[in-house]
T-cell receptor
């Protein structure tokens, strides 16, 4: 079983739609959680950290469920520029702060 | 100014050769990393390094070795290149983890390695 699992998609949605991505992780001792975004042939960039209480940044909302070892990302009012691959990222523990990436979920927003 | 820079951006080389990829960060971060992204787009940690500790992913062949001349640089040396080494290699850096929460990593633009 992979440490961090995501549905690879692609998710094809029209502009203005709301879309949600899910991610599960296997290590219950994981401490930190993030969503990164990766555009085609570019480097990953942090989209947002995920806090236990849930957090929102504009059109983006992230949730964490430690009991179910599940993380989600909700994007409201999708824009064409949201088209990218969204990577769920977990830090298993504090040793080396090594990020463990899921395989990513590809989102394509259509006009 | 580029925060994390890698060179070269593209590298095409023959099997059996030895090559290096350079990485520099100007963020003053304590920890640097090398990640490999294969054709299936999975990003896998290869090394984590700060001035005190090198952590190696045990699945990485010993043909791969990180070399850090100073805190701002972490180069990747690859000996006896194989076809399966073809991938995109990303360097990254992060500040010291000061607590229970992990810290964001900043990535370089990647080096696309093709072994022929």
């Amino acid at each position: 079983r992979k440490e961090v699992e995501q549905d690879p998609g692609p998710f094809n949605v029209p502009e203005g739609a709301t879309v949600a991505f899910n991610c599960t992780y296997s290590n219950s001792a994981s401490q930190s959680f993030f969503w990164y975004r990766q555009d085609c042939r570019k480097e990953p960039k942090l989209l947002m950290s995920v806090y236990s209480s849930g957090n929102e940044d504009g059109r983006f909302t992230a949730q964490l469920n430690r009991a179910s070892q599940y993380i989600s990302l909700l994007i409201r009012d999708s824009k064409l520029s949201d088209s990218a691959t969204y990577l769920c990222v977990v830090t298993p523990n504090n040793a080396g702060n090594m990020l463990t990436f899921g395989g990513g979920t590809r989102l394509m927003v259509k006009p | 100014d580029t925060a994390v820079s890698q060179t070269p951006k593209y590298l095409v080389t023959q099997m059996g050769n030895d090559k290096s990829i350079k990485c520099e960060q100007n963020l003053g971060h304590d920890t640097m990393y090398w990640y490999k992204q294969d054709s299936k787009k999975f990003l896998k940690i290869m090394f984590s390094y700060n001035n005190k500790e090198l952590i190696i992913n045990e699945t990485v062949p010993n043909r791969f070795s990180p070399k850090s001349p100073d805190k701002a640089h972490l180069n990747l040396h690859i000996n006896s290149l194989e076809l399966g080494d073809s991938a995109v290699y990303f360097c990254a850096s992060s500040p010291r983890d000061r607590g229970l929460l992990g810290t964001e990593a900043f990535f370089g633009q990647g080096t696309r390695l093709t072994v022929v």
